[in-house]
Antibody, heavy 123, light 106 residues
């Protein structure tokens, strides 16, 4: 069974940092691109960042302005999202998602999702 | 960025109704559109990809159509489990953007 389990969310003050983790199981991690998608409370879905299966290609939403860093650890079957200089606008549930097999990392849909981890940025 | 505009934002329907949700792209995305279902407090679930291909395990009452800039998701006979929010997503031209969602309610 494919599983994606996020962790690392929580309450952080504006300007602070958090590191999100997504541990996966049930599939060959190195075959798939991985992605983060967020959803602000009561809002729609917003793509955040993507990393290719090898880790060689990485993309970010323009709105992040260089504050986030995505990475993957093939030994631990995990994908990480380091978030710095957080603002209230970053408050959201952050979902880890798997890209479809065989599609480009930058142009794919998401065929499996984790349950999400809530990030709240507030003073 | 390619914008995806969904309509309606809210849809009131009854069990057994035929339901259609529309998504319009700001430029052609060929058939690179996916549809997701999301229930409160849960992660999105993939229903359809490449505009009309049903994901494994998804009931056949769900169908998708369209190409270019206009796409539709149809539920042929709404079931109690189908009351949820539905999102379209385009994955063309090295970008991926979502529609704002359509809530299907009783």
């Amino acid at each position: 069974e494919v599983q994606l389990v996020e962790s690392g969310g929580g309450l952080v003050k504006p300007g602070g940092s958090l590191r999100l983790s997504c541990v996966v199981s049930g599939f060959t991690f190195s075959d798939y691109s991985m992605h983060w998608v967020r959803q602000a409370p009561g809002k729609g879905l917003e793509w955040v960042s993507s990393i290719s299966s090898s880790g060689s290609y990485i993309y970010y939403a323009d709105s992040l302005k260089g504050r986030f860093t995505i990475s993957r650890d093939h030994d631990k079957n995990s994908v990480l999202l380091q978030m710095n200089r957080l603002g209230v606008e970053d408050t959201a549930v952050y979902y880890c998602a798997r890209g479809a097999l065989g599609l480009p990392v930058a142009a794919t849909y998401f065929d499996s999702w984790g349950h999400g981890t809530l990030v709240t940025v507030s003073s | 960025d390619i914008q995806m505009t969904q309509s309606p934002s809210t849809l009131s329907a009854s069990v057994g109704d035929r339901v259609t949700i529309t998504c319009r792209a700001s430029q052609s995305v060929s058939s690179w559109v996916a549809w997701y279902q999301q229930k409160p407090g849960k992660a999105p679930k993939l229903l359809i990809y490449r505009a009309s291909t049903l994901e494994g395990g998804v009931p056949s009452r769900f169908s998708g159509s369209g190409s270019g800039t206009e796409f539709t998701l149809t539920i042929s006979s709404l079931q109690p489990d189908d009351f949820a929010t539905y999102f379209c997503q385009q994955y063309s031209k090295y970008s991926r953007t979502f529609g704002q969602g359509t809530k299907v309610e009783l």
